[in-house]
């Protein structure tokens, strides 16, 4: 989130739509310094006690009290709601800069479709952590004021946390994908040599699934007991939100078809984000299904299941990024042939990581345990081999970034013969970006 909506957010959404800044410069830092404090916080939280033993989901009655005595949770709390501040403050700054600040001629239907992705994101953001601000207050007055909205012998219920929680929780996945989904379709369209195929119908794809993602909370509760209804219903609306994803996909493709296709760094990530999402997206449709998520449900099929579309397919569009823009934010560009070994580097050691978890899923291993059976040894083995390999990519990419500030070589103002308005302006753009307003014909 901080690199893909944070980072290329802010410093692409203004020069994209003719703006010479944000709307509220200030609210941005206030943001950034909200989530420096807020890491600081949750890195402090671990050493205070035994530190916030709950895993990322908070799930009483594991993080209750008698669970957890010290104040280890309760930092953690504390960090989740400034990091939650955070994102509602740069979310409020987008929507405002996205609707007030566009430039001579620049209808919403003209704006480029990262612009857009960013501007769904931080709608998303401002419905659904309020939710998880209510869910985590409920929780530490659980835990410190003796109130017991999620503890049963008073009452309440811990799996009313699991709805509050996943209410936020699968939005958010596609509040980190949204802005990825808006660099791919810049890289391809720029790439291919032709403007996005099916321009409309990718806006509406985007706000078909910005709708439909606070519709399928409960795909991650099958076991908690939900009725026959409940679970058909959620199945339904995961498996039409695969649908409407198809049409982004397809778009990408049609794209492509007939481009005069350029395998630069950008392009390769974007066709490698193509690849893992639609992997990603596969095994999700087959999880979508009560009855089978019943019995996959915390294996390692949902491990692998997770990381090929949010730490892979995010991460490959967060690179897409990195080396379309990184030219036109430092006027530096990085070396070719080093971004392609990169990008190799990082396609097969992912893809040795986390392919073999999907055999270790079917095979009933269980996530989160110190220990398994040595039937599992030989998939996680390869999965090891994999994971050190992709440090070793991630080192690499490193020493690509030290390159690139000491060694490169001078950027061009439109090294890609892109075709919006950051083009346009010198590498780096100079502080106040448009003094005169553009005109988008």
């Known amino acids: 989130m901080p690199a893909l909506m944070g980072g290329f957010g802010n410093w692409f959404v203004p020069l994209m739509i003719g703006a010479p ?3 509220f410069p200030r ?7 909200l989530l420096v404090s807020s890491f600081i916080l949750l890195i402090l939280s671990v050493f205070i006690g035994e530190g916030p033993g709950t895993g990322w989901t908070l799930y ?4 209750q009290v008698m669970s957890h005595p010290s104040a280890g949770v309760d930092i953690a709390i504390l960090a989740l709601h400034v990091a939650g501040m955070s994102s509602i403050v740069g979310a409020i700054n987008f929507i405002v800069t996205i609707f007030n600040m566009r430039t001579k001629g620049m209808s919403l239907t003209k704006m480029p479709l990262f612009v857009w992705s960013v501007l769904l994101t931080a709608f998303m953001l401002i419905v659904a952590l309020p939710v998880l601000a209510g869910a985590i207050t409920m929780l530490l007055t659980d835990r410190n004021v003796g109130t017991s909205f999620f503890d049963p012998a008073g009452g309440g219920d811990p799996v009313l946390f699991q709805h509050l929680f996943w209410f936020f929780g699968h939005p958010e996945v596609y509040v980190i994908i949204f802005p990825a989904f808006g660099i791919i379709s810049q890289v391809v369209s720029t790439f291919s040599h032709r403007p996005v195929f099916g321009y409309i119908g990718m806006v509406y794809a985007m706000i078909g699934i910005a709708v439909f993602g606070f519709m399928v909370w409960a795909h991650h509760m099958f076991t908690v007991g939900l009725s026959a209804d409940a679970a058909a219903f959620f199945s339904t609306t995961t498996i039409f939100i695969g649908v409407i994803t198809g ?4 778009s990408w493709i049609a794209t492509m078809w007939g481009g005069a296709i350029e395998f630069k760094t950008p392009m390769l990530f974007a066709l490698g984000f193509i690849f893992m999402f639609v992997g990603g997206g596969i095994t999700g449709i087959i999880l979508s299904h009560g009855g089978i998520d019943k019995l996959l449900h915390d294996t ?5 299941h997770f990381h090929y579309v949010m730490s892979l397919a995010a991460l490959f569009g967060a690179f897409a990024g ?3 823009w990184i030219g036109k ?3 530096k560009q990085y070396n070719e042939r080093l971004g392609q070994i990169h990008f190799w580097l990082t396609f097969i050691s992912t893809n040795i990581t986390f392919l073999p978890q999907h055999f270790l899923g079917l095979a009933g291993m269980p996530r989160r345990i110190p220990d398994y059976p040595d039937a599992f040894i030989p998939w996680n083995y390869i999965s090891s081999i994999g994971s050190y390999m992709s440090f070793v990519s991630v080192i690499f990419f490193v020493f690509i970034v030290i390159h690139l500030f000491k060694w490169g070589k001078k950027a061009g103002d439109n090294p890609w013969e892109g075709d919006t308005l950051e083009w346009t302006v010198s590498s780096p753009p100079p502080f106040h970006t448009f003094e005169k307003p553009p005109v988008v014909k």
Do not use: Q, R
Request: hydrophobic content about 50%.
């Open 322 to 324: 990195f080396y379309y």
């Open 300 to 304: 390692y099929y949902v491990v692998a």
């Open 27 to 33: 609210m941005n830092n206030l943001s950034f310094w």
């Open 247 to 250: 049409v982004k996909v397809f």
């Open 21 to 23: 800044d944000m709307a």
């Open 329 to 331: 934010m430092s006027g």
């Open 60 to 63: 009483p009655p594991l993080s």
